[in-house]
């Protein structure tokens, strides 16, 4: 009897004893539990628990049976802690390795996929003219190009890193060249026509002056907006008004210049400006009578009107000659010279203004003031 209580007492203190274990002799302590059972189970009959020639009643068993169990509960509760302890333990080790843990290898492509989704850049887009970029951000200054030829188209072209994209284009016909480009609050009242397919181009078909706008979509919602710069198709020539090829004309006969785009006008290869009122006024070439006037726009279109120049009628101001020039001359009518010193072509003598002359002959004279 005593030797049973004195084994009972050694499987409490080994349960007791394996609670207050620190973590590194846990596993020794549940392989002593295993061993203690098992032996118990070996010396455990129906009811009755035999050692030697020694039989103890069924509380005996009772006993053993409370030994037991709390030996048990404290193995399951050991067996527990390891069990937490371990999957703490690979918990971090997937945290800080990723890829030796299926959790981890599972987790990390959805981690992957979902940043390279929301680092996709917006739709970009080029416009060419020419072969030229020509993208402007929107609003501001138009700078305008010419061209005098329906040969020309914008080329447009849209991507999102390789991802499909919805382009769109508005061609516009501008009718005040002063006017600043169309900005972005603007964009969604444009009367926008679907590209074929991310690319597009956009011929300019008759005379005007354009700018092209141009939005892109891209597969994940993201748009884009963007501008060309100006360009004016004139194929039409300048023009004047009065004058005809090959007439004669009064020196200092007023013409007109009828071209929007106008870029310059000489008259005997001297660059003119218009007078107050814009027009310009016809002259000798030197001391001949030949007048040569060319005018040239902007997108390189040219005109040339030649005629023949006569003198001044004088009597428009009073028979007076006021200033250097070709004057017709009349016989029989009194002309005075304006202040200053003069001379006559194909004369040397110098005559002081203020007095007056006749003309022995009726016909064109070239004065000149110096």
């Given at each position: 009897m005593?030797?049973?209580?004195?084994?009972?007492?050694?499987?409490?203190?080994?349960?007791?004893?394996?609670?207050?274990?620190?973590?590194?002799?846990?596993?020794?302590?549940?392989?002593?539990?295993?061993?203690?059972?098992?032996?118990?189970?070996d010396?455990?009959?129906?009811?009755?628990?035999?050692?030697?020639?020694?039989?103890?009643?069924?509380?005996g068993?009772?006993?053993?049976?409370?030994?037991?169990?709390?030996?048990?509960?404290?193995?399951?509760?050991?067996?527990?802690?390891i069990?937490?302890?371990?999957?703490?333990?690979?918990?971090?080790?997937?945290?800080?390795?990723?890829?030796?843990?299926?959790?981890?290898?599972?987790?990390e492509?959805?981690?992957?996929?979902?940043?390279?989704?929301?680092?996709?850049?917006?739709?970009?887009?080029?416009i060419?003219?020419?072969?030229?970029?020509?993208?402007?951000?929107?609003?501001?200054?138009?700078?305008?190009?010419?061209?005098?030829?329906?040969?020309?188209?914008?080329?447009?072209?849209?991507?999102?890193?390789?991802?499909?994209?919805?382009?769109?284009?508005?061609?516009?016909?501008?009718?005040d060249?002063?006017?600043?480009?169309?900005?972005?609050e603007?964009?969604?009242?444009?009367?926008?026509?679907?590209?074929?397919?991310s690319?597009?181009?956009?011929?300019?078909?008759?005379?005007?002056?354009?700018?092209?706008?141009?939005?892109a979509?891209?597969?994940?919602?993201?748009?884009?907006?963007?501008?060309?710069?100006?360009?004016?198709?004139?194929?039409?020539?300048?023009?004047?008004?009065?004058?005809?090829?090959?007439?004669?004309?009064?020196?200092?006969?007023?013409?007109?210049?009828?071209?929007?785009?106008?870029?310059?006008?000489?008259?005997?290869?001297?660059?003119?400006?218009?007078?107050?009122?814009?027009?310009?006024?016809?002259?000798?070439?030197?001391?001949s009578?030949?007048?040569?006037?060319?005018?040239?726009?902007?997108?390189?279109?040219?005109?040339?009107?030649?005629?023949?120049?006569?003198?001044?009628?004088?009597?428009?101001?009073?028979n007076?000659?006021?200033?250097?020039?070709?004057?017709?001359?009349?016989?029989?009518?009194?002309?005075?010279?304006?202040?200053?010193?003069?001379?006559?072509?194909?004369?040397?003598?110098?005559?002081?203004?203020?007095?007056?002359?006749?003309?022995?002959?009726?016909?064109?004279?070239?004065?000149?003031?110096y």
């Amino acid at each position: 009897m005593y030797g049973k209580w004195r084994r009972l007492s050694v499987l409490g203190m080994a349960a007791l004893t394996g609670c207050m274990m620190p973590m590194g002799t846990m596993l020794a302590a549940e392989e002593n539990t295993v061993v203690v059972q098992e032996i118990e189970a070996d010396s455990v009959s129906g009811n009755t628990v035999v050692s030697g020639d020694d039989a103890i009643p069924d509380d005996g068993v009772n006993i053993d049976s409370e030994v037991n169990a709390d030996a048990g509960n404290a193995g399951g509760e050991i067996n527990t802690d390891i069990e937490n302890a371990g999957s703490e333990v690979d918990a971090d080790n997937a945290a800080v390795d990723g890829i030796d843990f299926l959790s981890g290898a599972e987790n990390e492509p959805a981690s992957v996929d979902a940043k390279t989704q929301a680092g996709i850049a917006a739709p970009v887009i080029d416009i060419k003219w020419q072969g030229q970029s020509q993208k402007y951000d929107l609003g501001g200054k138009i700078n305008y190009k010419y061209i005098n030829n329906h040969d020309q188209a914008f080329e447009c072209l849209a991507n999102q890193d390789g991802q499909a994209v919805t382009l769109e284009y508005y061609l516009e016909q501008v009718s005040d060249t002063t006017a600043e480009a169309k900005g972005n609050e603007q964009m969604n009242s444009l009367s926008w026509q679907s590209a074929q397919s991310s690319s597009e181009r956009i011929s300019l078909s008759k005379d005007g002056s354009y700018i092209l706008y141009v939005k892109a979509v891209g597969a994940d919602g993201q748009t884009t907006y963007a501008r060309s710069g100006g360009i004016v198709v004139d194929t039409i020539s300048p023009a004047v008004t009065v004058l005809v090829e090959g007439k004669t004309y009064p020196e200092g006969t007023a013409f007109q210049v009828s071209e929007a785009n106008l870029e310059s006008v000489r008259i005997n290869e001297k660059l003119v400006t218009p007078e107050a009122d814009g027009s310009y006024r016809v002259s000798a070439n030197g001391t001949s009578s030949s007048c040569v006037i060319r005018i040239k726009d902007k997108a390189g279109n040219e005109m040339t009107c030649s005629i023949t120049v006569s003198g001044r009628d004088p009597a428009a101001d009073g028979n007076v000659i006021s200033k250097t020039g070709m004057y017709s001359l009349k016989t029989g009518v009194e002309y005075k010279l304006a202040e200053g010193k003069w001379k006559i072509y194909g004369d040397s003598t110098v005559y002081r203004g203020g007095s007056s002359f006749y003309a022995k002959t009726a016909g064109d004279y070239v004065f000149m003031k110096y």
